[in-house]
T-cell receptor, first 111, second 118 residues
Framework: GESVGLHLPTLSVQEGDNSIINCAYS??????FIWYKQESGKGPQFIID?????DKRQGQRVTVLLNKTVKHLSLQIAATQPGDSAVYFC??????????FGAGTRLFVKA | GAVVSQHPSWVICKSGTSVKIECRSL??????MFWYRQFPKQSLMLMAT?????????EQGVEKDKFLINHASLTLSTLTVTSAHPEDSSFYIC??????????????FGAGSRLTVL
């Protein structure tokens, strides 16, 4: 069935470096995508979102890029900090509020 | 911003017993809430959509008689794991949207409830 997946299960970066987390999706009809951050033992927390009529959106230290041609999403974190260590999920909104999650990438930030 | 509260945060029960998990929207009303299940080191799997005043909509492969959902008010949804077995041990997370925070389609998640069935 339709799914949202990730290329890299883990990512290790040096503190201060930029991080790039990638995600592939398969439902070409999806028109809304969200990145969530989940810390250990907690529920996911919203980071940034993007609609399919956009290819880039920026937030505070984060940028999401959307390439609809190849069905690819990425999350860029600038100047990665130890507090950014978590699992990051891309998610796909399939209508209303129903949200389907991708596989997730664990980000390790080395001090 | 929107806050979703879950209770209990963790629970241990014996095999064969039933466990109820509550999900509350604290500062907004939610006609729809979503229940997810997460196994260790895995993603969140959508189990069902909880609809206030009507039956829940279950995802394919999720047993509705096993996972009873009740959404009796605009601020409370409950998930009851009936006749729990060790394979039901998991992290259960609920979510809802206030339709305002960061866009109408963004979900706010509870902190999750970790169920361990002995």
């Amino acid at each position: 069935g339709e799914s949202v997946g990730l290329h890299l299960p883990t990512l290790s970066v040096q503190e201060g470096d930029n991080s790039i987390i990638n995600c592939a999706y398969s439902n070409s009809a999806s028109d809304y995508f969200i990145w969530y951050k989940q810390e250990s033992g907690k529920g996911p927390q919203f980071i940034i979102d993007i609609r399919s009529n956009m290819d880039k959106r920026q937030g505070q230290r984060v940028t999401v890029l959307l390439n609809k041609t190849v069905k690819h999403l990425s999350l860029q974190i600038a100047a990665t900090q130890p507090g950014d260590s978590a699992v990051y999920f891309c998610a796909e909104n399939t209508g209303g509020f129903k949200t389907i999650f991708g596989a997730g990438t664990r980000l390790f930030v080395k001090a | 911003g929107a806050v979703v509260s879950q209770h209990p945060s963790w629970v241990i029960c014996k095999s064969g017993t039933s466990v109820k998990i509550e999900c509350r929207s604290l500062d907004f009303q939610a006609t729809t809430m979503f229940w997810y299940r997460q196994f260790p080191k895995q993603s969140l799997m959508l189990m069902a959509t909880s609809n206030e005043g009507s039956k829940a909509t279950y995802e394919q492969g999720v047993e509705k008689d096993k996972f009873l959902i009740n959404h009796a008010s605009l601020t409370l949804s409950t998930l009851t794991v009936t006749s729990a077995h060790p394979e039901d041990s998991s992290f259960y997370i609920c979510s809802a949207s206030d339709g305002i925070t960061s866009g109408a389609n963004v979900l706010t998640f509870g902190a999750g409830s970790r169920l361990t069935v002995l």
